[in-house]
């Protein structure tokens, strides 16, 4: 079967008439400048030294030269392979916290940004596995299914805010209770021969103002389902900012006696849920290292085999047509355009061109 597999590089083949009208525009108005110059009867005697035969083939050579780049970025293939492409890993959901907290700037540019940057890198890190994401605070909803999408699931983590969620605070059981139901209705159906390994992992500053997660926790180490933690911010702490409709600062966020809340990272409660759910936990670092070892620690998870799918593959036949145009284009650079054994005139006396 032959096919080009980028049709949009056809586009360029304007470029061949565009070559040929400029082409013949500069000609016709050096033609004029030098009459003007020197006069309509010098002129054939000047210019008498050029071949007008091999200005036409430098510009045909042009032409092809053109052509043959263009054939070549359009990529024709021909000839095809099936593949058979396994899809294999965990299920995952990043139940991350977007309470207002998160907002705190204790880490540049905020909390909330580095867990989105991180998460991000994370998925680009853990290729083959199915993803989902949940937003918590007070309350939690399922923003993104479990899919192998990475694409869909970074636009997901990018879209995180405060507002995600109907209702502010922290609540890690709510958060565990969605991913849970996530899984259920997206994952793949378990029995006693397929057995799915499924993480949740909890991303968040640890301020947790509900009791019961632990607990939670627990039940879902019996039900097959890990869970990781990692902990955003610093032990000193920060303030919540306080933005306008248009971003700019208007102060800190301040209690009912005026003060200004200074949140600070609880990560005794986020590594308390990792022990019980028989996960690790981690502080996020700016380099992302225990990202990494987080990465190592799923990646020695036992592995479910998801889908199978066959892939076709086309033999690129691109060479052959941009060596045939790079050839053409040398070729163009090194003809000339003096007409071959022309003598010229000095005085009395006959001398070779050049």
Avoid: C
């Amino acid at each position: 079967m032959f096919r080009f597999e980028n049709i949009a590089a056809f586009n360029y083949l304007w470029l061949i008439p565009i070559i040929i009208i400029v082409g013949f525009i500069f000609e016709r108005r050096a033609k004029k400048r030098m009459e003007k110059a020197i006069g309509s009867r010098l002129y054939p005697f000047l210019a008498s030294s050029v071949s007008t035969k091999k200005r036409s083939i430098k510009a045909l050579l042009q032409v092809l030269t053109v052509l043959f780049f263009v054939l070549a970025l359009a990529r024709p293939q021909l000839g095809e392979s099936q593949q058979e492409v396994k899809s294999e890993g965990v299920e995952i959901i990043l139940a991350v916290d977007v309470s207002e907290s998160m907002m705190a700037e204790d880490v540049k540019p905020s909390r909330l940004a580095q867990a989105k940057a991180e998460l991000s890198r994370l998925i680009d890190l853990m290729p083959g596995n199915k993803v989902g994401v949940v937003a918590f605070a007070g309350s939690a909803a399922l923003l993104s299914p479990l899919t192998n999408d990475p694409g869909a699931v970074k636009m997901f983590i990018e879209s995180l805010e405060p507002s995600s969620v109907s209702s502010q605070g922290t609540n890690f059981m709510e958060a565990l209770r969605v991913s849970k139901e996530a899984f259920e209705r997206g994952g793949v159906s378990t029995d006693e021969v397929v057995k799915v390994t499924r993480v949740i992992l909890l991303a968040s500053d640890g301020e947790d103002h509900e009791p019961g997660a632990l607990e939670e926790a627990k039940k879902f180490v019996g039900e097959g389902v890990r869970i990781f933690s990692l902990a955003y911010g610093t032990e000193k702490g920060g303030a919540i900012p306080v933005r306008d409709g248009m971003g700019f600062l208007k102060g800190y966020k301040k209690d009912r006696q005026g003060q200004t809340i200074l949140t600070t990272v609880k990560g005794d409660a986020l590594r308390a849920l990792a022990e019980a759910g028989r996960g690790s936990f981690y502080f996020a670092t700016f380099g992302g290292e225990q990202t990494k070892h987080l990465v190592e620690d799923i990646a020695n998870l036992e592995k479910t085999q998801f889908d199978t799918t066959v892939a076709t593959q086309y033999e690129e036949r691109f060479q052959t047509l941009l060596f045939l145009g790079i050839i053409l284009g040398l070729l163009d650079l090194f003809l000339g355009e003096r007409r071959s054994g022309f003598r010229f005139w000095k005085g009395r006396y006959e001398v070779p061109p050049g």
